[in-house]
Every structure is written in structure tokens, then in C-alpha cells.
């Protein structure tokens, strides 16, 4: 099946830094979504981007296909963004499902 | 965009015994999905719940293990059979939104097994 890794693995930021997070996959995609896993374990859907740059105040994605990577820029960092950041996507030749990345862990210290 | 809950939030037990998890959505959807996050580790998908059919396993993961019912458009149960430490895990429960471009999830349940 497809390969999904993040990097880093961690990231330990004082607040008001920014930090670019990276998903590789090893594939073609049709579906690829980022997620915030706050410390109390929910998730959040922060973008739906299988290609293209989407912004959403001090966040923002690119996702390049063609060359199999999407990144995660965080501006202005809070503390409020610490937790686990999750790439996903959904492989053009498998199961229609979605395949979650390793991870990023980002904490933000004040 | 869909709000889920699940019920237990947490829970602790002990190795032998079954739990049922619950998940309820406020809005009728074809899939439910079911993952299990063991701890310090990424989500994985144990099962997909269409309602009127059997829940559809990834591999790694069987119905006497972990049986799932869909009784209805909003609603689905998962259980945690013949539990061992191995199984302590976050489970969630995630749904698609309707363009199906997005999935959203569940709080999660915690469990701890001893």
C-alpha cells in the first residue's frame, strides 16, 4: 500500500515562530487532508488539498502532486498549535481509503 | 460538517472482558470508519460500516475481535472483544462529509487495559 511519512517527527518552537511541516507519499493521490490532533486526542480537519495552496489565517498548504509531497506552513505560532499534525490521503490504486502519515509532534513553548 | 460523539469517553479494564463502544453522528451518512491510534502511534483503520451489510476489516483485523454494528444511518457500535494490554488504545469513530472530500472524527475513547 501507499507509504505516507511526515517530517520532522518533532518540533519544539517558541511561540511566535514559524515552522514548515513536510508529508511525502509514495504514490499518486486523489485525496490528501491535514489534521490537528489537539493534546486531548480530537482531531480536526485543518485542509482538503490533493493539489494546489489553500490558506486559512496563519495556516496555509501546498500540496505538488507531480512530485509527491504536500507541506504545512504555521505562522505566528501560539500555544494553541501545539499537538500532533497528520497528513492523509487516499491512493489512486488502492482501497479508497484513507492512510494516515507518521506524524509531526509540535510543541510551542511560551 | 458532522458532529460525532462517542460513548465511553475513557475507560479502564480488565484483560478478558469486552467493551462496547458507541458512536452516534447528527446526520445521516452512508460510511462510518472506525481507527484505532495505539499510544505514540499514527491512526489506523480497522473497519468500514455500511448500514444493511457487514462491516468491511482491513487486514490485521477480524469481526470476532472487533464486531461492529450499524444499525442505522446515524449510529454504530464497536467492540473491543477478549481484551488484552495490547488493546489499549484511542478509538475513534470518523465519518466522511458530504462531498466526501473530508473526513471528520469522533472525541475518541481511551481505553486502558490492565
Known amino acids: 500500500g501507499i507509504q505516507v511519512e511526515q517530517s520532522p517527527p518533532d518540533l519544539i518552537l517558541q511561540e511566535g515562530a514559524n515552522s514548515t511541516l513536510r508529508c511525502n507519499f509514495s504514490d499518486s493521490v486523489n485525496n490528501l487532508q491535514w489534521f490537528h490532533q489537539n493534546p486531548w486526542g480530537q482531531l480536526i480537519n485543518l485542509f482538503y488539498?490533493?493539489?494546489g495552496t489553500k490558506q486559512n489565517g496563519r495556516l496555509s498548504a501546498t500540496t505538488v502532486a507531480t512530485e509527491r509531497y504536500s507541506l504545512l506552513y504555521i505562522s505566528s505560532s501560539q500555544t494553541t498549535d501545539s499537538g500532533v499534525y497528520f497528513c492523509a490521503v487516499i491512493s489512486n490504486f488502492g482501497n479508497e481509503k484513507l492512510t494516515f502519515g507518521t506524524g509531526t509532534r509540535l510543541t510551542i513553548i511560551p | 460538517s458532522a458532529v460525532i460523539s462517542q460513548k465511553p469517553s475513557r475507560d479502564i479494564c480488565q484483560r478478558g472482558t469486552s467493551l462496547t463502544i458507541q458512536c452516534q453522528v447528527d446526520s445521516q451518512v452512508t460510511m462510518m470508519f472506525w481507527y484505532r491510534q495505539q499510544p505514540g502511534q499514527s491512526l489506523t483503520l480497522i473497519a468500514t460500516?455500511?448500514?444493511?451489510?457487514?462491516?468491511?476489516?482491513e487486514s490485521g483485523f477480524v469481526i470476532d475481535k472487533f464486531p461492529i454494528s450499524r444499525p442505522n444511518l446515524t449510529f454504530s457500535t464497536l467492540t473491543v472483544s477478549n481484551m488484552s494490554p495490547e488493546d489499549s488504545s484511542i478509538y475513534l469513530c470518523s465519518v466522511e462529509g458530504g462531498t466526501q472530500e473530508t473526513q471528520y472524527f469522533g472525541p475518541g475513547t481511551r481505553l486502558l487495559v490492565l
Open positions: 488539498i490533493p493539489s
Open positions: 460500516a455500511n448500514q444493511g451489510s457487514e462491516a468491511t476489516y
